[in-house]
């Protein structure tokens, strides 16, 4: 069995873990398509690079960087209730990521494992008790803290520095958190081209074991 030459893996949840990134991309799309028809390409773009943000953030940001202006009151409550509305009974009946199961199987023990996702918390527990993840991690974060902060967070609760963790994501927001914490990152591919520039890379989990393997810290 490979070893992980890591003490911490850090996993992002949604197209890491659960291959839901398509679904949350097609709940945004359903959410602004009939209301901003015009700015809906750019929408979409913003998503494509950001979708690693709390969702909040994204929608307060749609209204002052594309719709160039501010939100109506209540508003982005209302976009979180109707976006989580048409996509969460989708999440629960999504399936793995290929290798995801097996890999927290295979190597439970062999390191931390934890989860730092743009996900609020409750769903991501929700979530997690619905596919019976709870047991593989340790602790499972999630918005409003930033990736970033998440990240630190683990490093100060388990003693590891830097070079002995490691974040999987399938987001540009998850390559620059790991790079603000100087921590190796691993890009799981398919939710952003922007991700196929990263150096280590995979196309699914089952990948992953051989890719830790060959960025250890001592490599």
């Known amino acids: 069995m490979a070893s992980l ?19 949350k ?13 015009e700015y809906l390409l750019k929408i979409l773009s ?15 940001e749609i209204y002052e960087k594309i719709l160039k202006e501010h939100p109506p009151r209540g508003r982005v409550g209302e976009l979180e209730a109707s976006y989580v509305s048409r996509m969460m009974s989708q999440v629960v009946a999504a399936p793995l ?6 890999f ?9 494992f934890f989860i730092a996702s743009a996900t609020p918390e409750d769903e991501l527990q929700h979530v ?18 930033r990736k970033a902060e ?20 399938d987001y540009p ?18 939710s952003s081209e922007e991700m196929e520039n990263c150096p280590h890379q995979v196309k699914d989990i089952t990948e992953l074991a051989a890719v830790l393997e060959s960025m250890g810290p001592s490599k």
Do not use: C, W
């Not at 998440?150 to 994501?169: D, H, N, Q, S, Y």
């Open 5 to 23: 030459n890591f003490r911490v893996v850090v996993f992002d949840f949604d197209g890491v873990v659960i291959e839901s990134a398509g679904i």
């Open 25 to 37: 991309k097609e709940s945004y799309r359903q959410l602004f398509e009939e209301e901003f028809p």
């Open 46 to 60: 913003y998503q494509e690079f950001n979708g690693g943000l709390p969702r909040r953030r994204q929608f307060e």
């Open 97 to 102: 990521v290929a290798g995801a199961l097996e």
């Open 104 to 112: 927290l199987e295979a190597h439970q023990g062999q390191a931390d």
């Open 128 to 145: 997690g008790r619905e596919f019976g993840l709870g047991r593989y991690f340790v602790d499972v974060y999630g918005s409003p803290m």
């Open 150 to 169: 998440i990240l630190g967070m683990i490093g100060r609760k388990t003693g590891a520095a830097p070079g002995e963790m490691v974040f999987v994501g």
């Open 173 to 190: 927001t998850d390559r620059d958190a790991a790079a603000e914490m100087e921590i190796p990152f691993v890009a799981r591919l398919g």
